[in-house]
């Protein structure tokens, strides 16, 4: 077990280890979609690649989600054939979101540093999928609210 701020030193290795080893401008938040967005995640449990889709505007949510079921077939059979839907994904704050993310699916645990490289190639060649499907798709996701 690690107390807290050895757990914050090993994320900020992490993190800072990933940007050195993979350096480059990732869409992440630049959708131009409020509150649309690409996320990592690196913890004890996981490492995953997210589209995250979590709007107050419910509403909202909905159509962009629906929007996205549209292409699912594209984006499973084209870019990511592991990519899982989740219309009622609970975040650890209790939040429920729309989510369609992919798992490394390799052992990862974000203080055990023999895990990271695996978990870094997976980051550089999912996100860089996930960023190849938005960049040909971006004009028909973003119809449906603008």
């Not at 419910?58 to 990511?80: A, D, T």
Request: charged share 25%; net charge neutral.
């Amino acid at each position: 077990m690690f107390s807290k701020s050895e757990s914050i030193q090993f994320r900020k290795l992490f993190w800072t280890s990933f940007g050195k080893s993979f350096p480059r401008k990732w869409v992440l938040y630049n959708t131009q979609i409020k509150d649309f967005s690409f996320k990592f995640v690196a913890n004890q449990k996981q490492a995953m690649v997210c589209l995250d889709i979590e709007s107050y505007d419910k509403v909202k949510n909905q159509l962009l989600f629906e929007q996205l079921l549209e292409l699912k077939n594209i984006l499973i059979k084209e870019y990511l054939p592991e990519a899982i839907f989740d219309d009622n994904y609970l975040l650890e704050n209790g939040k429920i979101i729309h989510r369609i993310y992919v798992k490394h699916q390799q052992k990862f645990n974000i203080h055990d540093k023999n895990t990271w490289q695996s978990a870094y190639h997976f980051f550089n060649e999912t996100m860089h999928q996930f960023e190849l499907f938005y960049d040909d798709f971006e004009d028909f996701i973003k119809q449906v609210i603008f």
